[in-house]
């Protein structure tokens, strides 16, 4: 893949490798951890990761980087390099690490919400981890999502120059701590609610064919009554 491709993909390479430490630090990894890392990349977090693991499975989609941390990483003998894309597999695993592509943020939450794991350390852009915490108004299905499966923390901040080539953007990294495994099924019925998010809860109920009296909008909804709605939905 070409590195413009890559950079219309969002994969912007961190180099950092105290920030990679970091990041690895904050996962607290022990022995008896199976760690998951989506997007091997150029691999600085990966042999990081296999230092305080049991194992650590790290699936990266890309020919070439994957052909690359085949050589790079052929002497470690805990890890298992895949050729995948990582959110189509289904491995065990109990802690997370991962610098993602941008692009990618939204899907790795809903993949998280869905898995069932400890905890969780990843990298993404400052606006979407803003948008990770909005209520009132503002509220969104994926903050929806997040907030009722995990325990949000912020790590750092991560300036734009800490990646090659550098984003127009700036990056945090955030561990979340799993309070709630949600179904494939909630997670698309909390999605399909927001696209009728200007009708008052009422008339989204009769789009699912259920009746709730209520004049409420999903705005002037908190997180887990979105939750319980949607549940009520399905």
Known sequence: MSKSKRQRLGQHFLKSQSIARDMVDAANITKKDIVFEIGTGRGILTPLLCQNAKHVISAEADRDLYSEALVSFADI???DLVRANGFEIAPKF???VSSLPYSKSRQ???????ASFSRAVIMVQKEFAD???????????ISVIANHAFEIEKIMDVGRHNFEPP???????????KKAVLSEKLVRTVNLLFSYRRKTISNIAKKFGKS??????LEELGSDEVIRLAKQLI
């Open 77 to 79: 003998e805990n890890l």
């Open 94 to 96: 109990s802690v997370f």
């Open 108 to 114: 790795a939450i809903e993949y998280l919400a869905q």
């Open 131 to 141: 948008k990770l915490g909005y209520e009132g108004k503002a509220i969104r299905a």
């Open 167 to 177: 984003p127009k953007v700036d990056s945090v990294v955030l561990r979340l701590r």
């Open 212 to 217: 709730i009296q209520s004049e409420k909008r």
